[in-house]
């Protein structure tokens, strides 16, 4: 009798600590902090040239300031970690002389080409990809303003008023 009680309290014990883990698991996977991500961020508000603009699911980039202007769409949320990464939406209108030379029908696809990760409620890190030409299966023109912007490897952004 005495090992079916040992039993008995070794098989509660764990399958309550079993379903205490799941329930923690959801509760951590359920927890989202939603930061307020529409508006306009930049490196420098005050004097920088490349701009994000985030409105909804879209956003707008100044990838090379005067020359490529480009509309993105949300490719895919991240919610657990506050991550969204980008695809180009359309064939941009707005293009200089640069931007008439790229390939603009093999950049539509379902590749990312951006992504931001939250660090807090007025600060994101911007990663840019380049765009994926879908024919070479290579990631063309991977540069952007912000990177002439500042001379870190990692650039961060800040919500501007």
């Given at each position: 009798?005495?090992?079916?009680?040992?039993?008995?309290?070794?098989?509660?014990?764990?399958?309550?600590?079993?379903?205490?883990?799941?329930?923690?698991?959801?509760?951590?996977?359920?927890?989202?902090?939603?930061?307020?991500?529409?508006?306009?961020?930049?490196?420098?508000?005050?004097?920088?040239?490349?701009?994000?603009?985030?409105?909804?699911?879209?956003?707008?980039?100044?990838?090379?300031?005067?020359?490529?202007?480009?509309?993105?769409?949300?490719?895919?949320?991240?919610?657990?970690?506050?991550?969204?990464?980008?695809?180009?939406?359309?064939?941009?209108?707005?293009?200089?002389?640069?931007?008439?030379?790229?390939?603009?029908?093999?950049?539509?696809?379902?590749?990312?080409?951006?992504?931001?990760?939250?660090?807090?409620?007025?600060t994101?890190?911007?990663?840019?990809?380049?765009?994926?030409?879908?024919?070479?299966?290579?990631?063309?023109?991977?540069?952007?303003?912000?990177?002439?912007?500042?001379?870190?490897?990692?650039v961060?952004?800040?919500?501007?008023?």
């Open positions: 009798m005495k090992k079916v009680n040992i039993l008995i309290i070794l098989f509660s014990f764990v399958f309550f600590n079993c379903q205490k883990k799941s329930i923690l698991k959801e509760e951590i996977k359920n927890s989202k902090t939603h930061y307020p991500i529409d508006g306009r961020w930049m490196i420098n508000c005050e004097n920088g040239a490349a701009s994000l603009t985030i409105e909804g699911k879209d956003a707008s980039l100044i990838l090379l300031y005067n020359q490529v202007y480009i509309d993105m769409t949300e490719l895919k949320r991240f919610d657990f970690e506050n991550d969204i990464s980008y695809k180009l939406k359309e064939i941009p209108e707005d293009i200089g002389n640069i931007g008439r030379n790229l390939n603009w029908k093999e950049y539509i696809n379902d590749k990312p080409i951006a992504y931001i990760k939250m660090i807090d409620d007025k994101y890190h911007f990663y840019w990809y380049g765009f994926y030409n879908k024919k070479t299966k290579k990631r063309e023109f991977k540069e952007n303003s912000f990177n002439q912007e500042t001379n870190n490897e990692k961060i952004l800040k919500k501007c008023k």
